[in-house]
């Protein structure tokens, strides 16, 4: 498998969230602003490629036996060097997600990429299905985040963007982000727990509908292009 192809299984045909449709328990749970979305995508992008990395260096000196307790060992050992750096230098992103940071311990895309993919595949493979993973978790993520921040308080970019300070990106979650319009027009139910499955459902449904759209298109370019085959073929032979 080469770079493109998994830059477009990441991001497309195998997102995690919409197509794999693991690690939705944080998706759900902190996708209220961009400050959340993007803290949470870029540490999960991190953890994944240090781990994908190891993984696949060690995976043969790794007894099958206990290699699920391992990978959860190498996986514990990232989460805390993230955690504690985003404690020691961006305290309001470590407050605002709480325990979902350690939660990544246990988060199925990486287990779940350790498991399916970094045992078998070399290092530069490993390193790159981290990054395109971690990148199409992270995309997800920031989807959900416009969508309900903007359609539930009518606000964009909320504790990443602060408009008083000129439009400037700040990482001490105070920015109050992009009021598109007043936020009692809004559909607050989107900024509740509820509106996290809402809006989940309607992001995989819409990537499911576009996968299946496109593979429609492909097999009916590809029965289009044996037929005028066969008819050339044909003609040849007359």
């Known amino acids: 498998m080469n770079i493109r192809d998994q830059f477009r299984e990441g991001l ?99 287990i779940g990429r350790a498991e ?41 970019g909320g504790g990443l963007i602060d408009v008083a300070k000129g439009f400037r990106f700040t990482l001490d979650g105070t920015g109050g982000g992009i009021q598109i319009f007043p936020s009692e027009f809004g559909a607050s139910i989107l900024t509740l727990p509820f509106g996290g499955f809402l809006t989940l459902g309607v992001v995989i449904a819409a990537m499911q509908y576009f996968l299946k759209k496109s593979a429609r298109e492909k097999k009916a370019a590809e029965e289009a292009a044996a037929e005028a085959a066969r008819l050339a073929a044909e003609q040849e032979e007359d």
Not at 49 to 76: G, M
Not at 96 to 104: C, D, E, K, R, T
Not at 132 to 151: A, D, H, K, N, P
């Open 116 to 156: 399916a993919f970094c045992q078998k595949n070399d290092i530069k493979a490993s390193f790159f299905d981290g990054i395109f993973q971690g990148l199409g978790y992270t995309v997800i993520l920031i989807v959900m985040c416009v969508i309900r921040e903007l359609l539930g308080s009518g606000r964009f």
């Open 12 to 110: 497309i045909t195998n997102n995690p969230i919409t197509v794999q449709q693991i690690g939705m328990c944080a998706t759900m749970a902190i996708t209220t602003s961009l400050f959340n979305g993007v803290g949470m995508g870029l540490s999960v992008l991190i953890i994944l490629t240090c781990c994908n990395v190891v993984v696949s260096a060690v995976r043969k000196i790794i007894p099958n036996e206990i290699r699920l307790a391992i990978f959860v060992v190498i996986i514990a050992s990232f989460v805390t060097i993230v955690d504690l750096l985003l404690k020691a230098y961006i305290p309001a992103l470590s407050d605002s997600l709480g325990v979902f940071i350690p939660l990544i311990v246990v988060n199925c895309i990486i």
